[in-house]
């Protein structure tokens, strides 16, 4: 079935390090692809997203882009600060027989220090 | 426009107990999702709803579990006769339709803990 494999944490940086969060997927077909942020003690919010094949999705610096030949999506920022110290959720969208989930990954923690 | 809103937010329930999970979606939104996250672990899907149908319930436990969205008011998942592996974090999104075009938005989620 459809599936989400996430590099598994915590990671740990500096503040101004390069962050690579890498994230590979089984699904049927091209699924809409997507990160989610979760901050401690909140729900998740939409990070950023890509529906089709070499689109490159970006926000707050964050980019990812959707390879299909690698069944990729890995999630990268040029220079963490610590406001970005959360936890990282890479998942897919499934649609099938009049319905529609989301798939996630187990997460990625990541801490930025000063 | 507000999110989407759960409450409450922290549920304490002993075994055996009832638990009662409300989600109010976005406004305009009429399309309901819950997920459960387990510790350390990522968001599992459990059901979708539309407005007073219930579309997919792959997801949900079998026995115990419930979950509605009537045509007024919240959506309500209800987890009977509780047990200690319920606890986790319960959480809601919801949009507008279904595809491409149209993201889920979730909620703050809702924390159950059986004592």
């Known amino acids: 079935g459809d599936s989400v494999t996430q590099m598994e944490g915590p990671v740990t940086l500096s503040e101004e390090a390069f962050l690579t969060i890498n994230c590979t997927y089984t699904a049927t077909g091209y699924p809409s692809l997507f990160w989610y942020v979760q901050y401690p003690g909140e729900g998740l919010q939409l990070l950023l997203k890509a529906t089709k094949a070499d689109d490159k999705g970006s926000n707050k610096g964050f980019e990812a882009t959707y390879r299909k030949e690698t069944t990729s999506f890995h999630l990268e920022k040029g220079s963490v600060q610590v406001s970005d110290s959360a936890v990282y959720f890479c998942a897919l969208r499934v649609q099938q027989g009049g319905s529609e989930k989301l798939v996630f990954g187990k997460g990625t923690k990541l801490t930025v220090n000063p | 426009n507000a999110g989407v809103m759960q409450n409450p937010r922290h549920l304490v329930r002993r075994r055996g107990q009832e638990a009662r999970l409300r989600c109010s979606p976005m406004k305009g939104h009429s399309h309901v999702y819950w997920y459960r996250q387990l510790p350390e672990e990522g968001l599992k899907f459990m059901v979708y709803?539309?407005?007073?149908?219930?579309?997919?319930e792959s997801g949900m436990p079998k026995e115990r579990f419930s979950a509605e969205f009537p045509k007024e008011g919240p959506s309500i998942l209800r987890i009977q006769q509780v047990v200690r592996g319920d606890s986790a974090a319960y959480f809601c999104?919801?949009?507008?339709?279904?595809?491409?075009?149209?993201?889920?938005?979730f909620g703050p989620g809702t924390r159950l803990t059986v004592t």
């Open positions: 709803l539309q407005k007073e149908n219930i579309i997919d």
């Open positions: 999104a919801s949009s507008l339709g279904q595809g491409a075009s149209y993201e889920q938005y």
